[in-house]
């Protein structure tokens, strides 16, 4: 109990963040309020130019992401600033400012709106119509659209055929909210909610089939498990004990009930297969999802062998079948380096193979890319999993309800009028 | 002594709950992390224990009757005792925030239905944050009609966000309502009156509704003259501030 009070008033921890371009042009890593990028196709690292003339974040990065086409990227934070830029030359063109954090953001599909989600539960849009990028957009201020009532809201997410902006909250909840043809006017209409997990949801993704032309929504969440969503209806299709099911759980009681909260997940190999990044799991678990079926299944499990590495962030880049993904965190208390990045990769997803973590420098981009990225080629590993710790407790103190003992609430109520009288 | 005899904060002569043993603060905080519990899913809330006699087994599900009226902020339970009996085959369902004054509405259901053998039967009373947790209790276009009634005014601007009825929560209130559903906001404050009016005319899924709805209405001189608030209000000369909308499909999606 103690020891809980103390974690919360230390500085908050932020976790490292990962975004690969979707044709794997350029890999972008977050840490604190640092945006490091590496250009693949130049196989140098990008120096980044601000042409809004707002400043440069100087709060922890919470979100950053490319948009579907890659053209776009944002990054937003505890600076209540959401910088958008353009990836051809690197140049942010756009800065915003929010009036609380900035916890998620989403690019819608065809690249016209940018939407961020602040810690007091409001979706905010910005209209980037008919804009090509090229010369700075100067002030641009964002309008509420949807709200969750002040909840944390974990992820936004555009659903593929650009009609639906879905919203996930540390209550639990998923809202799917039609994306009108004016945004500008609210998205008033809710399609519906995806009710069912039993924690914080805390990551979101689409699964396309290939024959039929329905998207299903899967979501990772506090409570250990994946589940798959037909989002037009809120129907919960299937759930995923992926903690229990890849074995992690066996011999863990009660108290560590928490320990194994999904902390990101993405789809790779045309969405036949989930990876699931799992708090304090040195592995990435591999769940198969059958489209027809609508079902969900622990496929395997890859463990990182030789060196402690938990990942909490992922990207998949389509097109070259690799998979991102990165641990590490940015004001670490009672440690000698105050931010921490280490980015690995996982290749061979192709039904011969068998995926495996790559080394570094078969890594594409090889050592100057980790340089870039990480800050640094030489890792120690016992450090990275005192980070990943130090996110997992972070995530813990902001998106789990505080539970006071029942004495404690007795206690306080000792006076009521109405329970006197009753045993 | 056994307990059921005498409960000493019921009344003895007509043995429904003294109010005086129900005292709360008239405002909680809306923004606070909940301690109750809270359905998972709409398909989770136990009708059951709500309505025993409409469904006299857990987990039934061949009665597909559900919940259609709602009092958000139902307070001491006036209107849904009206109600009850105006519409006896309605399911209806209180929601408050305040422990104290659930439990009181909650005694004076279960007193209602021992003292009335057959009636009442159809109302009952849940604690919970409405702002938060409607999703959790109500389908798609489940409700017929919502009621929000004398609600905590919030007069700080910066407290308008607490307000029961703004523009973000009414997207939340168009989903539970059907398509026809009526919305009822009454306040005897007129700035809150001139808030939530606004508020509803500015949302492209409600509509007012005209005079002669009102007219043939019978619920809408219950808001005022069936409600704990609205008693008081008459009883020290006061003037109301009714809005009554009606849930419709929003223009652009009209073909």
Redesign the interface.
Same mark, same amino acid.
């Given at each position: 109990m103690e020891e809980r009070e103390e974690a919360t008033k230390d500085v908050e921890v932020a976790p490292a963040l990962i975004a690969v371009h979707p044709h794997q042009r350029s890999v972008a890593v977050a840490i604190g309020p640092d945006l490091r990028v590496f250009d693949l196709h130049a196989s140098a690292a990008v120096s980044l130019v601000d042409d809004s003339g707002g400043p440069f974040h100087s709060d922890s990065i919470r979100a950053a992401r490319f948009g579907a086409k890659g053209k776009l990227f944002v990054s937003a934070g505890d600076d209540k600033i959401v910088k958008i830029w353009s990836t051809e030359f690197w140049r942010c063109f756009c800065t915003v400012s929010s009036e609380k954090r900035v916890c998620a953001v989403a690019i819608s599909i065809d690249g016209s709106y940018v939407c961020f989600a602040d810690k007091?539960g409001?979706v905010w849009i910005v209209d980037l119509t008919g804009y090509d990028g090229n010369q700075p957009l100067g002030d641009k201020k964002a309008t509420?659209i949807?709200?969750h009532?002040?909840?944390i809201i974990t992820r936004l997410e555009f659903s593929p055929d650009g009609r639906f902006i879905v919203s996930a909250d540390r209550?639990?909840?998923i809202?799917v909210?039609v994306f009108?043809?004016?945004p500008l006017?609210?998205?008033?209409?809710?399609q519906?909610?995806c009710?069912?997990h039993?924690e914080f949801v805390s990551c979101l993704a689409f699964v396309h089939g290939q024959d039929c032309p329905q998207d299903f929504l899967l979501s990772g969440s506090g409570d250990s498990t994946v589940r798959l969503w037909d989002i037009s209806s809120?129907a919960l299709l299937d759930t995923c004990e992926v903690s229990i099911k890849a074995g992690l759980l066996e011999s863990s009681g009660e108290a560590q009930e928490n320990d194994h909260a999904i902390t990101d997940l993405c789809t790779v190999l045309d969405s036949l297969l989930v990876a699931v990044a799992v708090q304090s799991l040195q592995g990435i678990v591999l769940v198969s999802c059958n489209h027809s079926a609508r079902t969900l299944s622990v496929a395997k499990v890859v463990p990182f062998a030789g060196e402690a590495f938990v990942p909490i962030g992922l990207g998949y880049c389509p097109s070259e079948g690799i998979l991102w993904m990165i641990t590490g965190a940015s004001s670490l208390p009672r440690s000698s380096c105050p931010s921490l990045a280490r980015v690995r990769v996982i290749s061979g997803f192709d039904v011969e193979q068998e995926p495996a973590v790559v080394e570094d420098d078969k890594v594409p981009g090889g050592e100057k890319l980790l340089e870039t990225l990480q800050g640094t080629v030489s890792v120690n590993g016992n450090v990275f999993l005192e980070a990943a710790e130090a996110v997992k407790t972070a995530m813990c103190n902001l998106l789990i309800?505080?539970q006071?003992p029942a004495e404690n609430?007795d206690f306080r109520k000792r006076t009521?009028?109405?329970r006197?009288?009753?045993? | 002594m056994p307990?059921t005899e005498v #409960?000493?904060?019921h009344s003895k002569s007509t043995g429904l709950p003294r109010k =005086?043993?129900? =005292?709360a603060r008239a405002h909680s905080n809306?923004?606070s992390?909940s301690?109750f519990p809270v359905p998972?899913?709409?398909s989770h809330v136990d009708y059951s224990l709500h309505y025993p006699q409409f469904f006299p087994s857990a987990g039934q599900a061949n009665n597909s009757k559900k919940i259609q009226f709602a009092d958000i902020g139902c307070g001491f339970g006036g209107l849904l005792i009206s109600l009850s009996t105006l519409f006896p085959e309605t399911l209806m369902i209180g929601m408050e925030l305040r422990d104290?004054v659930t439990?009181?509405v909650k005694e004076r259901i279960l007193a209602l239905r021992v003292a009335n053998p057959g009636q009442y039967q159809n109302v009952s009373v849940v604690r919970t944050n409405s702002?938060?947790y409607i999703? #959790?209790y109500f389908e798609?276009a489940q409700l017929t009609k919502m009621f929000f009634l004398f609600p905590d005014p919030h007069f700080k601007e910066k407290n308008h =966000?607490r307000r029961v009825i703004s523009?973000?929560?009414?997207?939340?209130y168009?989903?539970a309502l059907e398509v026809g559903g009526i919305i009822y906001t009454i306040t005897d404050v007129e700035e809150l009156g001139e808030w939530m009016k606004s508020c509803l005319e500015n949302?492209?899924?409600f509509e007012a509704l005209s005079e002669k709805e009102l007219e043939a209405d019978p619920v809408v001189k219950l808001l005022s003259s069936a409600t704990e608030e609205g008693q008081k209000v008459a009883r020290n000369g006061g003037q109301t501030f009714p809005a009554i909308f009606r849930r419709i499909v929003?223009s652009?999606?009209t073909p």
């Open positions: 007091f409001v509420a949807l709200s009532y002040c909840s209550d639990f909840k809202r909210t009108s043809k004016r006017n609210g998205a008033h209409e809710i519906s909610f009710l069912g039993t809120g309800k505080k006071y609430r009521r009028n109405d006197k009288f009753k045993p | 307990e #409960n000493p904060t =005086r043993f129900y =005292r809306p923004l992390d301690h998972i899913s709409p104290k439990e009181y702002m938060k999703p #959790n798609k =966000r523009p973000h929560l009414l997207d939340e168009a989903y949302h492209p899924m929003p652009d999606q």
